[in-house]
């Protein structure tokens, strides 16, 4: 069992800063990629930023200068610092994570969701 729990979502004005946070726990042999995805009501969902194992992060052009992904591989967590927050930016924000865990000898990986953090930025 693998579980994403994410927090640090609110309410704040335009221009002001925001941090998420999202901890994977459970039975976890290694985390692997991971990463940040928004949707807005109406909209699709989409990813904000992403961050391998190893590499280089990547984040979606609306975002870019503005958002910073970091994860802690001690802590299997993600983090998304969110600086110039603009009214645009508001959502329910969702962590992802590619995860290998272990249960009664068998080895999965799959992609693991939490249930979301909801950002509203007030202009």
């Known amino acids: 069992q693998v579980q994403l729990v994410e927090s640090g979502g609110g309410l704040v004005q335009a221009g002001g800063s925001l941090r998420l946070s999202c901890a994977a726990s459970g039975t976890i042999s290694s985390v692997n990629a991971m990463g940040w995805y928004r949707q807005a009501p109406g909209a699709q969902r989409e990813l904000v930023a992403g961050i391998p194992t190893g590499g280089s992060t990547n984040y979606a052009d609306s975002v870019k200068g503005r958002f910073t992904i970091s994860r802690d591989n001690a802590k299997n967590t993600v983090y998304l610092e969110m600086n110039s927050l603009k009214p645009e930016d508001t959502a329910a924000y969702y962590c992802?994570?590619?995860?290998?865990?272990?249960?009664?000898?068998?080895?999965?990986?799959?992609?693991?969701w939490g249930q979301g953090t909801q950002v509203t930025v007030s202009s």
């Open positions: 992802s994570g590619l995860i290998r865990s272990s249960s009664y000898g068998r080895s999965t990986s799959k992609w693991y």
